[in-house]
């Protein structure tokens, strides 16, 4: 059986984005910051001459790794919902209230909606690239994949 072992996301500036995930999201640093690339990672990637910074963090069983190109990386983020092949985060929160309360001290979180699974509410937020993030709250019975 397949399963996902990380989701990856690269970033403008891995340290602000650190500071999103670990401070907004609530996930863990498991792997600190390292510098990577090399003929592996050009072999790999196609991406030659690419010098990253990389960090893995975790929540429940997401494991998200952040990477940073300093050198061979595109600088311009094309990010947002409506964009073929974009990604977005949903994270499942106990109070989507008190989460958005929270986030909106420091960031613009959309409203919190309804939808359309009977009792699921969410909102978002965008990470410091424009990645867009879910927070989730489902009903204790949802019948959804959490």
Do not use: C
């Amino acid at each position: 059986m397949a399963s996902v072992n990380h989701v990856g996301l690269t970033v403008g500036d891995l340290d602000a984005s650190l500071a999103f995930y670990t401070e907004v999201v609530g996930m863990t640093v498991v792997v600190p910051r390292y510098r990577s690339g090399g003929a592996w990672f050009d072999t790999l990637t196609g991406n030659h001459g690419a010098a990253i910074d990389v960090a893995m963090l975790q929540s429940g069983s997401l494991v998200l790794q952040l990477v940073q190109y300093h050198e061979g990386g595109d600088p311009v983020a094309f990010t947002g919902h409506a964009r073929v092949g974009n990604v977005h985060l949903s994270i499942d929160v106990d109070d989507v209230e008190k989460k958005r309360a929270a986030i909106a001290r420091t960031h613009d979180p959309t409203p919190i909606v309804g939808l359309p699974f009977p009792g699921a509410r969410s909102f978002y937020v965008h990470d410091p690239d424009g990645v867009p993030v879910e927070f989730l709250q489902l009903p204790d019975d949802a019948h959804l994949p959490r």
